[in-house]
């Protein structure tokens, strides 16, 4: 293979392709319509974990400081080999060392109690604490480096609201344009309230996210604009520190499970993604087994993985996943008028773009798909806030999943679980209404007097 003087490159994820890109170009999907990975050509000693952590005594530098760049030996695509600071500044962007840097895994007792686990066994992290209130922003640290590397103007992105947020943030810092494509009436007002206050150019789609991303697509190629969506891998990078910071936590532990909710379905191609390195680079002996867990009302993932759908389920296999049963089930969805309808409208999602790679992360992790309902995932939410932390409703599909899998014994008790609470609630009427309500079983409605 060309191993490109061993420099990082970007690789097609399809075995039967294989083809292979440098890294200095705006080129973000194969030739052949599947998805790239980066790939780094370094052999890094589990002491590094050391410096991870000596980095976090920053000293200023807001390189040591974020969450996101204290890992940037894993993360290297920029091919940097240098600790200054202003050779670091030149290239790497960063919301002031900000992004990733107040998350790590917490212990909720009201919420181990909700899902079945000991106290000391289940771990969340909220990545809700991040500059613009989202996971988002550790993807869109090194998304938009890359743009910044490649001299580009503008980036371009649909969303469900907190992709848009932080692509308008990280772009207003830089000085770049920014457009972003959301369905109309469907995402939240604190999300659409961002992309404005940061100067992002908002164009209203008529229809849903998945109608969404394909004009947004469309108009990055008409408009030379970079694409900050999570098909991008440079994104998919930047979101492997999610784990990173866990497994720090850890002490570089594995724990049984990691556990995500489902929407585009970028999370779950970086868990993996970080995991499979990780093993490689020998850094862990064990590997997690990933949970995604869908809404019972955009269920793609779970329904397509479980063999709801057709004869048989869909599966990596290794590398040669069944197309037309996708190709099918669309179809179907489509012909029937079938669209996705949660209100988590995070992961309001029919069509999830990185479906392929999340099924190599299933794969790897021998994961599962489960689903919940928005009961189940506001019900969830309400219970992070009983312990102090805040997150939306789509975060909830993470108690609530585990819950799920308890009851079904597949998540022992005393498993160590991390789950990833992965954005802060922007919409205050979900939390209001959830505590007039008195018919909800955490709910406390206000007295008069
Ligand atoms: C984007 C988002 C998701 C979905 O993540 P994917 O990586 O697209 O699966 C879930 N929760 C929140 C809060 C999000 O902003
Ligand atoms: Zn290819």
């Not at 900000?98 to 899902?115: A, D, F, L, N, T």
């Not at 989202?134 to 640290?141: I, L, Q």
């Not at 784990?243 to 909710?261: F, G, H, Q, S, T």
């Not at 005393?414 to 079983?441: A, C, E, F, M, R």
Request: proline share 4%.
């Amino acid at each position: 293979m060309d191993d490109r003087g061993g420099k990082p490159f970007k690789k097609c994820i399809n075995p039967s392709c294989n083809l292979t890109y440098e890294i200095n170009n705006n080129t973000l999907v194969c030739k052949c319509g599947s998805f790239l990975d980066i790939i780094y050509q370094k052999n890094y000693s589990r002491e590094l974990v050391e410096v991870f952590y000596q980095r976090r005594n920053h000293g200023g530098n807001i390189y040591n400081e974020s969450g996101v760049w204290r890992f940037r030996e894993l993360i290297n695509f920029a091919h940097l080999d240098t600790e200054d600071f202003d050779q670091c500044s030149r290239i790497l962007v960063s919301l002031d060392g900000s992004e990733g840097r107040q998350s790590k895994p917490y212990k909720m007792k009201k919420v181990s109690e909700y899902s079945l686990m000991n106290n000391d066994s289940l771990l969340l992290q909220p990545e809700g604490y991040n500059p613009s209130g989202s996971f988002k922003d550790n993807g869109m640290s090194t998304a938009v480096t890359h743009a910044k590397m490649i001299n580009m103007q503008r980036i371009i992105c649909a969303s469900t609201g907190n992709t848009s947020a932080s692509a308008a943030m990280y772009a207003a810092n830089e000085n770049i344009e920014c457009d972003v494509f959301v369905p109309k009436g469907e995402i939240a007002p604190g999300k659409l309230a961002q992309a404005f206050q940061f100067g992002a150019q908002v164009i209203e789609i008529d229809g849903n996210f998945d109608d969404a991303l394909t004009y947004s697509l469309n108009q990055a190629q008409h408009l030379g604009a970079y694409t900050v969506n999570s098909i991008n891998p440079f994104r998919i990078e930047g979101q492997k520190t999610i784990v990173y910071r866990a497994l720090e936590y850890l002490d570089w532990n594995p724990p049984d499970w990691i556990v995500y909710p489902g929407g585009a379905l970028g999370n779950t191609s970086s868990c993996g993604k970080a995991l499979m390195e990780l093993y490689e680079l020998g850094w862990i002996k064990k590997i997690p087994r990933l949970l995604v867990v869908n809404s019972e009302g955009a269920n793609t993932f779970y329904e397509l993985t479980n063999g709801l759908f057709g004869s048989k389920k869909l599966a990596w296999n290794n590398g040669r996943p069944d197309m037309s049963l996708i190709r099918e089930y669309y179809i179907e969805k489509d012909k029937n008028g079938i669209r996705p309808h949660t209100k988590a409208t995070a992961i309001q999602i029919g069509k999830p773009a990185n479906l392929i790679k999340a099924l190599r992360s299933i794969a790897f992790t021998n994961g599962i798909v489960a689903q919940v309902s928005d009961k189940e995932m506001s019900d969830a939410m309400a219970l992070v806030g009983l312990n102090g932390f805040d997150c939306e409703m789509a975060s909830g599909a993470v108690p609530a999943g585990i819950r799920k899998l308890r009851k079904e014994e597949i998540i022992k008790k005393d498993d160590i679980v991390v789950g990833i609470l992965t954005g802060k609630q922007k919409d205050p009427q979900v939390s209001i209404n959830y505590h007039l309500d008195q018919s909800n079983t955490f709910s406390k409605p206000p007295v008069a007097k």
